[in-house]
């Protein structure tokens, strides 16, 4: 039977061969030149291999931005005429990773249909500038859009996928609040963040920080359900001296039944935060009115960290926050302006009918 068919299909494949133009595929097969091998027009066919890359695997992008993560897929050998490819973005949270650690859909396309699902309806599409750009675009991006994107291309006879972090550009700053340290549970901590404009930490973003230089002796929760801090300088009082500079971590502890500091996370604000020239020093309830009567609000702790992180907000004037704490960024050191380093100088929550000045956003 087989010595049958060999004449014929050696016409066939000799045909393939000498006319370029032609396709040089069949049912996802690739034809290898029959004059390699015995010579007595055998057919050697290997499978196409599908090849999915992104050539950028960590994104930082600013909050509100739209960002593109990169995905790009092609056939090895090169094969030209089309193929039904699907491709699916489907998204790890940064978020309460190692905790229902699942991977939700983002988009699934199939030639010029697509569906986009939950959070990302609406937001996302293919970039598709060339064949083979499967990128994702997200529009507005959010606090919450962190962690881990996979891009899968799913051809019939293959299934390939690259992975894409994508990490919002922001600052990590310790938090605790008028009641003092070490008061909060998992959720107040979960929801002082949010009142600061920010969310809880993740363990890459506070270690990030670390690396940058955040040295704090104080533990707070991450978004993982851990408690740590971060030590740069290691010393008898938090931790001792023998273990090495990074970050201390307690682990996974109660969510109901501990209570830590939180460690937040901020990203530039899509507005401006300012200080606000004003005649007097202001109690807090007049610090208040004074920002709403300048078209603004009074300004939260993430967004005075992001303002010092990103636009280089610098005074040294203690002003009133919308938690009742006082504080002052500063970008460029100078003596009568606290330490050493840069960073957001906190008076703590001084009596509210105290007078200091305000910060403000708009
Ligand atoms: C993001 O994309 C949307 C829609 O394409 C556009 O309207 C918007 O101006 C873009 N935003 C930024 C910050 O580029
Ligand atoms: C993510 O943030 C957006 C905007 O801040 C919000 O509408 C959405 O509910 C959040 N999603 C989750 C899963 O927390
Ligand atoms: C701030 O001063 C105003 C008077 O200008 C007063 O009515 C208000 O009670 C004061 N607020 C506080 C918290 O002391």
């Known amino acids: 039977m087989l010595s049958l068919l060999r004449p014929l299909l050696a016409i066939w494949v000799s045909f393939l061969i000498s006319n370029e133009a032609a396709p040089r595929y069949s049912n996802g097969f690739f034809y290898q030149d029959i004059t390699n091998g015995d010579g007595n027009g ?20 600013a909050r509100g931005s739209n960002v593109t993560l990169p995905c790009y897929y092609h056939y090895e050998p090169e094969i030209n005429g089309p193929r039904r490819t699907r491709v699916k973005w489907s998204w790890l949270p940064a978020n309460g990773a190692g905790r229902n650690a699942d991977e939700t859909d983002v988009m699934v396309a199939m030639g010029n249909r697509h569906r986009s699902y939950g959070n990302f309806k609406g937001r996302v599409r293919l970039r598709r500038a060339e064949p083979g750009d499967m990128s994702l675009v997200i529009n507005e991006l959010n606090l919450n859009d962190t962690g881990r994107y996979r891009c899968e291309v799913i051809d019939g006879l293959e ?59 104080n533990a707070g929760w991450l978004a993982d359900g851990t408690a740590q801090y971060p030590i740069t300088t290691p010393r008898e009082a938090c931790g ?64 005075l960290y992001a303002a010092w992180r990103f636009m280089g907000l610098d005074h040294c ?46």
Do not use: M
């Open 159 to 217: 299934d390939e996928s690259v992975t894409v972090e994508l990490e919002l550009r922001g600052v990590v700053f310790p938090y605790h609040g008028q009641k003092g340290r070490y008061q909060f549970s998992f959720l107040e901590a979960q929801r002082a963040c949010e009142e600061q404009d920010s969310t809880l930490a993740t363990f890459e973003q506070l270690f990030t920080a670390w690396e940058e230089g955040l040295d704090w002796c």
């Open 42 to 61: 055998e057919i050697y066919f290997n499978g196409v291999r599908l090849r999915v890359e992104s050539l950028q695997p960590l994104v930082s992008a």
């Open 317 to 362: 004037d203690a002003g009133w926050l919308a938690d009742g704490s006082v504080r002052y960024p500063i970008a460029k050191v100078r003596p009568n302006c606290g330490p050493s380093e840069p960073g957001v100088r906190s008076s703590g929550f001084p009596p509210q009918h105290q007078k200091y000045s305000v910060y403000c956003y708009r």
């Open 240 to 303: 001792g001296t023998d273990l090495a500079p990074g970050l201390r971590s307690y682990g996974q502890r109660q969510r109901h039944l501990h209570r830590f500091d939180a460690f937040c996370f901020s990203a530039a604000p899509k507005g401006t935060v300012y200080f606000l020239n004003h005649p007097q020093k202001l109690n807090f309830t007049e610090a208040v009115a004074a920002c709403v009567q300048d078209g603004g609000h009074i300004a939260n702790v993430g967004q």
